[in-house]
Nanobody, 128 residues
Framework: QIQLAESGGKLVQTGGSLRLSCTAQETYFSSYAVGWFRQAPGKEREVVAAITLGGGSAQHYADFVEGRFAISRDNRRKKAWLQMNNLKPEDAGVYYC????????????????????WGQGTQVTVSS
């Protein structure tokens, strides 16, 4: 069991930046890949970014990110982050971090069903 807690969501203006944090309670957080997902009102949850475990962590992004976001992690601190720049109104929603067993690459990590531990989410609002 891994407990995940997101923080950092708030109201920002279009073009602004936010850094979301995901904090785990368990040391074996380092044994899992981490993904960030988001869900806008009335829409399905979608993957935003994912990062593999380990020191040479590979990152994977949804097409809509278009180079604006960056995912990172620090296993020693049991944290992961999602740096979001040039935010758009369509980026608004509840952002979740999640952990998945490392059993595949990008295609695997983009599948929500592969994630077994989830945080409660943090709200991001982008004003136009």
């Amino acid at each position: 069991q891994i407990q995940l807690a997101e923080s950092g969501g708030k109201l920002v203006q279009t073009g602004g930046s936010l850094r979301l944090s995901c904090t785990a309670q368990e040391t074996y957080f380092s044994s899992y890949a981490v993904g960030w997902f988001r869900q806008a009102p009335g829409k399905e949850r979608e993957v935003v970014a994912a990062i593999t475990l380990g020191g040479g962590s590979a990152q994977h992004y949804a097409d809509f990110v278009e180079g604006r976001f960056a995912i990172s992690r620090d296993n020693r601190r049991k944290k992961a982050w999602l740096q979001m720049n040039n935010l758009k109104p369509e980026d608004a929603g509840v952002y979740y971090c999640a952990a998945a067993p490392q059993r595949g690459g990008g295609d695997y990590l983009r599948q929500e069903s592969n994630y077994i531990y989830w945080g409660q989410g943090t709200q991001v609002t982008v004003s136009s």
